[in-house]
Every structure is written in C-alpha cells, then in structure tokens.
Nanobody
Framework: QVQPVESGGGLVQPGGSLTLSCVIS????????MGWFRQAPGNEREFLAA????????YYADSVKGRFTISKDNSKNTVYLQMNSLKPEDTAVYYC??????????????WGQGTQVTVSS
C-alpha cells in the first residue's frame, strides 16, 4: 500500500517561501496523479496541485497558480511543492496523495500525517 510522508512545513513570514516534500513508499499507480492538498481549520480539504506519475503534466488550482510549483524525482519516489509569495491565507495542514485526480478535492490513496504551514508575521 502506498504511504506518503510529508515534511518541510513550518512558520514563515508573508512573502516568504517553503518547499514541501512527500516521499511515497510502496507501489505507485500510474493511472492517477500525485497531488498536494491542504486543509485549514474549519475548511474542507482542497486540491492545490498535481503531477502525473508518468510524464510531466502538471495541474494547479487557481488559488496557487503562479506561486506554487509541483515537481517530482522518480528515482527518490518524492514529490515536491515549492511555495513562493506565501500569504496568511495559505496557513493550513498540507497533505499529499498518490492517487489524485487533478482539480478534484479527493484523493483515493492513503493520506499521510500532513505538515503544518503557518504564514504569519
């Protein structure tokens, strides 16, 4: 079973940057994409970005397009989320999912523990 482990979160000032990592252990399913999501207190989990397991096609939610970049290193079974120009409203727990459908707020794979990102001065 695919098990993601997220890391890289922390406290950052508005306008700052962070890079999140997600290491995927277990089998990967090429029919799905690898996705990043976030969930803020009181809100539902929302889709942020996805990248296909095969090929390099990427997808972004409008809320992060131009600020966040998703990438992967297949040799390390790792997917990254580079986050720039962070805003206080980006504060949330960030999750990855190995069986995501671009633009959908669902992931069919196992959810990791998430990593907290707090944007505050």
């Amino acid at each position: 079973q695919v098990q993601p482990v997220e890391s890289g979160g922390g406290l950052v000032q508005p306008g700052g940057s962070l890079t999140l990592s997600c290491v995927i252990s277990g089998r990967t399913f090429s029919s799905y994409a690898m996705g990043w999501f976030r969930q803020a207190p009181g809100n539902e989990r929302e889709f942020l970005a996805a990248i296909q397991w095969t090929g390099d096609a990427t997808y972004y939610a409008d809320s992060v397009k131009g600020r966040f970049t998703i990438s992967k290193d297949n040799s390390k079974n790792t997917v990254y989320l580079q986050m720039n120009s962070l805003k206080p409203e980006d504060t949330a727990v960030y999750y990855c999912n190995a069986e995501a459908i671009p633009y959908q707020n669902v992931g069919f794979g196992v959810w990791g523990q998430g990593t907290q990102v707090t944007v505050s001065s």
